[in-house]
């Protein structure tokens, strides 16, 4: 009995498979980011509408992407939105939960942004770069815009997790992104309504951003943990401080009736 099989050549469908897996694996298509038209992407990857569609469902089973009637393919994330909503939602209501939010954002953070200075390419540190300009023009800009703050810190961080080589800890992070733009979303709201406060956001994202581009992963991880912590401090400071002037408010209010 012969111990081989005859090699088979793989079927066109297979080798769209494999390319669209590695793909959204390696980062470069993301959690909730839409694929191109049916008909644009199978002339893009040279194959007929049928390979590409068979393709698409064998990935759609194994839950890497997720077809919308009339929207078109989207690559799916792990953490779905029926579970970051709700999280999000107890974040606004609850203030021990945005603390549970940058508690999970430290284990997550601090570990990818190591990994990054140990990891980043070239290539990484040119995106890593670019957002972190964004993130200053943001600060510079003559006009305030919180919005464009919130994008251009989601958009560094997100650089820093793909800059890991991590894919694990790249997509877990990228399919929390919702949660992630609420809190930084927040936080920011706070810490902007003090320069004191703000202004040392602007040093920690600096330090960071050049702890990764000197390849030091000891200092990439105690800065991004002490911007952590200073978020941490100066919200539980901010809530405290919300606290008292409410107190006083009451007993103003209660005075004068």
Known sequence: ?????????????????????????????????????????????????????????????????????????????????????PLIELMRKRESAKFDVLEMRRILEVAATGFAAQRRTDADLELIERRFKDLEDAYTAAEVDAGREVEADVEFHLALADASHNMALTHVIRSMIGLLRADISFNIDRLRHKEVHHTPLKDQHREIFAAVAAGDADAARTTANRHLDFVEQKLRENIKEYEREARAERRLHHSAG
């Open 1 to 85: 009995m012969p111990k081989f099989h005859r090699v088979k050549v793989s079927k066109i469908s297979d080798s769209i498979v494999s390319q669209l897996e590695d793909l959204v694996l390696e980062g470069v298509l993301k959690p909730g980011e839409k694929l191109p038209p049916e008909r644009e992407l199978a002339e893009e990857l040279d194959v007929s509408r049928p390979s590409l569609r068979e393709a698409i469902i064998i990935l759609e089973a194994r839950g890497l992407l997720e077809s919308r009637r009339g929207g078109g393919t989207f690559v799916r994330g792990i953490a779905s939105p029926t579970m970051v909503d």
